[in-house]
């Protein structure tokens, strides 16, 4: 399903790294290792497409991102280390409104399930510049739960989070795979995930 | 195609809603600023008539000026420019309804209010009805062009000058056929052809600005 192609990536006046690749199917999970600065969110921005690579090529259903890049951003789901709400909006339009601007059908039922999810029942109609960070953060993560595109690209989803929302969060990661999802992401911390085939690259 | 464009625009007039303060301070200039003219000038009402095109354009421009930097600041900020650039439309319609909320939200209540402080200018009838209708058919195109300018200096230390260095010069255009169709009515020869160019000047740059913003948008998300 996503294949990479002899990547190379280059910062600035430094080579991250040359001819990577990788090949990923239905069910499977990429973890991507490194130390700080060893390119890791260059590869993840590269892999959603928003960094074009110095040479190589990604294909999602064999057809290469660039050119066939509406129809991948469909199918893609991404979620970076800024948590992409609005302060002045609260927890259920950020939601919705998310929903909204990717074209996905999101019913008030569900985003407020979403939110009790990830312990913000009660807190769905403050002002996201109320919430601490980590409430923040659960707010980005409640885009996940009911999401059924194919390919979640995650950097560092496990930051700023309490171990019992990293259990909840690996499950909803194991959740997706199972459906036939694909998932690349980063992190730090090696946390298990239950189901799914988990791959390992590391970038060095 | 429509669904995106309203969708962004919605979303962007809730959000201008919550942060009532940057609208109204953008306002509150244009109106000190056109105000202070005829207070510094005094009781001359053939000058008054005179400057008051181009002190109301001027101060339309300066107050546009003030509100494009955060254009696609605070989405770049906090990450949500990226979840736009990746939902599955041209950035060029996501960026349509960005231009289209900013101006109902910078350029609308400028052209509203207009006809008030062109009263202290001692324009009449005609006068301030062109006034009017000359904002309200240029301030979109101040909108698009600004947006080029915002996604340019997007992510730049010290942007806001560089945006106003960029941008101001192309609103040149703008200005002369603005202040000239209120000068037109005034002397009687008709402003007609001033509006029709302004109202052009509008449609070509709400078409073509959006598209050149979302390639400068690209390259700022690198």
Redesign the interface.
């Given at each position: 399903m996503l294949e990479a192609d002899n990547l190379e990536c280059v910062r600035g006046e430094r080579r991250l790294f040359a001819g990577l690749g990788f090949k990923l199917e239905a069910g499977e999970l990429l973890y991507l290792q490194g130390r700080n600065g060893a390119g890791k969110t260059s590869l993840l921005r590269m892999i959603i497409g928003l960094l074009p690579p110095e040479a190589g090529e990604i294909r999602w259903k064999g057809q290469s991102i660039r050119r066939n890049s509406e129809d991948f951003r469909a199918d893609l789901c991404y979620l970076g280390h800024l948590n992409a709400i609005k302060e002045e909006l609260t927890p259920l339009e950020n939601l919705l409104a998310s929903a909204h601007l990717a074209d996905e059908a999101l019913s008030e039922d569900d985003a407020l399930d979403a939110l009790e999810q990830v312990g913000l029942a009660g807190r769905e109609d403050l002002a996201c510049k109320y919430l601490s960070q980590g409430q923040k953060r659960r707010v980005a993560l409640a885009r996940l739960v009911k999401e059924r595109r194919p390919l979640w690209v995650l950097d560092e989803p496990f930051v700023a989070l309490d171990v019992a929302a990293v259990d909840w969060l690996a499950g909803i990661i194991s959740g997706h795979l199972q459906r036939g999802g694909l998932a690349v992401m980063t992190t730090h911390q090696l946390v298990a995930i239950p189901a799914g085939t988990v791959r390992e690259l590391k970038l060095s | 195609m429509l669904?995106?464009i309203f969708?962004?625009i919605g979303?962007d007039l809730?959000?201008a809603m919550?942060?009532q303060a940057d609208i109204v301070s953008a306002l509150f200039f244009f109106v000190i600023v056109v105000s202070l003219f005829p207070l510094g000038i005094g009781p001359e009402p053939d000058l008054l008539r005179k400057l008051a095109p181009g002190v109301l354009w001027v101060a339309a421009l300066l107050a546009t000026m003030l509100s494009l930097p955060r254009l696609f600041a605070d989405d770049h900020?906090?990450?949500?420019l990226?979840?736009?650039?990746?939902?599955?439309?041209?950035l060029g319609l996501?960026v349509t309804g960005k231009v289209i909320a900013h101006w109902l939200v910078s350029g609308l209540p400028l052209a509203l209010i207009a006809p008030v402080l062109g009263v202290q200018f001692d324009l009449t009838g005609d006068g301030l009805f062109v006034l009017t209708a000359a904002i309200l058919l240029g301030t979109p195109a101040l909108s698009g062009i600004g947006a080029i300018g915002a996604a340019l200096t997007l992510g730049l230390r010290g942007g806001g000058v560089l945006l106003s260095l960029l941008v101001l010069p192309l609103y040149i255009p703008v200005l002369i056929f603005g202040a000239g169709a209120v000068d037109a009515t005034v002397s009687g020869l008709g402003g007609e052809g001033h509006l029709s160019l302004l109202a052009a000047m509008t449609f070509a740059s709400l078409g073509f600005a959006p598209w050149a913003s979302a390639a400068a948008l690209?390259i700022a998300?690198?």
């Open positions: - | 669904k995106i969708a962004v979303r809730k959000l919550r942060r900020r906090d990450g949500t990226e979840q736009l650039a990746l939902a599955p439309h041209p996501v690209k998300l690198e």
